[in-house]
């Protein structure tokens, strides 16, 4: 049995060596008791596993197998052990876009689940009150860290309101199925017809919920695991877009994006804060400068469009140099 290194989440994954069995390897999939303040207070838990994997599964989409649950521990089919991030670290930028290219055409596809399944994961959304926990989040771990001191209630209050503001575009968007956490490390490259002709498979799938079309897709594109050139991403989108279930127009697609770079990633910039400054768990410090990049980048693109942006662009813009100035060998890959 062979440790997974886990996140910052309660779940632990372990690798096991299968004797005599149809399948060399499968993969025990642990639940610990969560830190609950990583959700918002009124959130329930995620729900278990199954049935989100089978829903997925009856899909036609490329999740792990599952063969028996028992007691908090799932044992699941074994992808493989090489992600989409390990993938493309050395690889070809036509390599790479193919990859990603694979990737997100997953997201149509996950988009035409059907959310009358009955499923706990259909009724949990990206609603109102999950962004505002994003930004009590970035207020407490990303301002100070900007504006190298305490927030004023003004600048705070500045931020909950343009958060406020990203709730109101994103309830009145369309609502669809959502992996979730759509990143590089949750993306498998899988053998030769492992599943089909698919040569990507997906894992950490309860977190599943309803959400605006494009939120998959920053999960994808503006992952601080790899940091796309924007070439790639424009193009992604642009082919991305009209295969998604009543292809969304084209500038509120690209809004909406842009606003969900700001939640999504502020909130992971907030978490890789808070591990470095309260658990002192430095693995996510080499991320900050890529996701602080995407964060200031998109605020700053976002202030024209109303003044609430435009105050949060004020006390975001300058990410990327608070990146820098924090570590001075880091760089934008």
Not at 75 to 85: C, I, V
Not at 115 to 120: I, N, V
Not at 170 to 193: G, K, M, Y
Not at 243 to 267: M, V
Request: include cysteine; proline fraction near 9%.
């Amino acid at each position: 049995m062979v440790p997974i290194p886990a996140g910052l989440g309660p779940r632990r994954f372990y690798r096991l060596e299968l004797d005599q069995c149809r399948v060399p390897s499968a993969i025990a999939r642990v639940d610990l008791p969560e830190d609950q303040t990583l959700r918002p207070e009124a959130a329930a838990p995620e729900p278990e596993l199954e049935p989100v994997r089978q829903w997925m599964e009856d899909g036609g989409l490329p999740v792990p197998r599952g063969y028996a649950r028992d007691e908090g521990i799932d044992l699941l089919e074994d992808l493989g052990s090489q992600n989409l991030r390990d993938a493309v670290r050395d690889a070809d930028p036509a390599t790479r876009f193919e990859l990603y290219r694979a990737a997100a055409q997953l997201v149509p596809r996950i988009q035409k689940l059907s959310l009358e399944a009955g499923l706990a994961s259909c009724r949990r959304s990206l609603d109102a009150a999950l962004i505002d926990y994003k930004a009590h989040q970035v207020i407490d771990w990303v301002l100070p860290w900007s504006l190298g001191r305490a927030p004023r209630p003004s600048e705070s209050e500045a931020l909950r309101d343009a958060f406020r503001h990203i709730a109101e575009v994103c309830v009145e968007a369309p609502r669809r199925a959502a992996h979730r956490d759509f990143q590089s490390t949750n993306l498998i490259l899988l053998a030769p017809e492992a599943h089909g002709n698919d040569p990507l498979g997906m894992i950490d799938l309860q977190g599943a919920f309803v959400a605006p079309p494009e939120y998959d897709l920053v999960c994808l594109l503006r992952d601080a695991h790899v940091a796309l050139p924007e070439s790639e991403v424009a193009a992604h989108l642009s082919q991305t877009r009209p295969q998604l279930p009543d292809a969304p127009d084209e500038t509120d697609f690209d809004h909406r994006f842009t606003l969900l770079t700001i939640s999504r990633c502020g909130k992971d910039l907030a978490r890789f804060r808070y591990a470095t400054e309260h658990r002192s768990d430095r693995r996510y410090t080499p991320l900050i400068p890529a996701v602080a990049h995407s964060v200031g980048t998109a605020a700053l693109r976002a202030a024209p469009w109303d003044v609430r942006l435009e105050r949060v662009a004020n006390l975001l813009g300058s990410l990327p140099e608070a990146a820098h100035r924090d570590d001075p060998a880091g760089k934008r890959p």
